[in-house]
């Protein structure tokens, strides 16, 4: 007569078996938030409900309703293997290898800075005192988003100019 696996054998490979198929599925939604020294590479994104800001494989930045583009940096085709960094500088910026291809041109001091997704669709750089310092203006509903002007602070505009940046000044 063959001997059955032991407890602790079966709870092992229930446990292996969990975890094998935790890593083969997608998690239901993902981070919206890309702190300082973090980074985005080619086809990973923030996601927030219907929102999604990914770094394209071929090099375009973009922020998605849905399907429907609202927002982008315009560069794709410009490199290839691009990947976008929340610098410690507070500047957002997109690689490919060391050569930047577009930036927030957000530097400041060193910080905690953080990049966020919104709820109400923005995509907005914050400083380690949570004040906005660059958004891309995409933000809809009845949410009313105030950019704090700092010195040499940046705020992206939406619709035609999406890729224009403008200096706020206090």
Known sequence: MASSPSSPTI???LLSATALFSL??????????????????PGQSLAQGPYLFIMQPDCNLVLYDNIRAVWATG?????????????TDGNLVIYSGSRVIWA???????????????RD????????ANN????????VG?????????SNGTAAASGAAQNKVKELHP
């Open 132 to 139: 906005a310092i660059w958004a891309t203006g995409t933000n």
């Open 142 to 150: 009845n949410t009313a988003v105030v950019v704090i002007p700092h």
């Open 121 to 128: 669709r923005n995509v907005v750089i914050y400083d380690s």
């Open 75 to 87: 560069t794709n085709g410009r490199a290839f293997g691009c990947v976008l960094k929340m610098q």
């Open 24 to 41: 083969l599925t997608t998690p239901a939604s993902a981070a919206n938030r890309l702190n300082a020294g973090q980074s985005l590479g």
């Open 104 to 118: 927030s041109n957000t530097s400041r001091q060193i910080g905690n800075y953080y990049l966020l997704l919104q």
């Open 11 to 13: 709870l092992l490979l």
